[in-house]
């Protein structure tokens, strides 16, 4: 791997921010809530569900790179 990309993979990992996702709709009932205990849930299962398309992707992808692209022996 050539030292660029490490240095790129390395301040993606770095430098994250804190990704909130939730419909208006969400929003405005959960809003009303004292404690916003349920909203933070609400809020990490929607993150949760939008992670797993990705993983699986990547996964997929990288078990593509060895098959095809592995050198030979």
């Known amino acids: 791997m050539k030292k660029s990309h ?18 208006a709709m969400c929003r405005a009932v959960l809003e009303t809530e004292d404690g916003q205990g349920a909203a933070k849930g ?13 993983i699986l992707i990547g996964g997929i992808a990288y ?11």
């Not at 809020?43 to 990705?54: E, H, Q, R, T």
């Open 42 to 54: 609400i809020n990490d299962g929607i993150v949760y569900l939008m992670a797993i398309p990705y």
């Open 6 to 23: 490490i240095l790129l993979v390395v301040f993606i990992f770095a430098v994250s921010f804190s990704a909130e996702a939730q419909c």
């Open 63 to 73: 078990a593509m790179y060895l098959k095809f692209f592995r050198t030979k022996k």
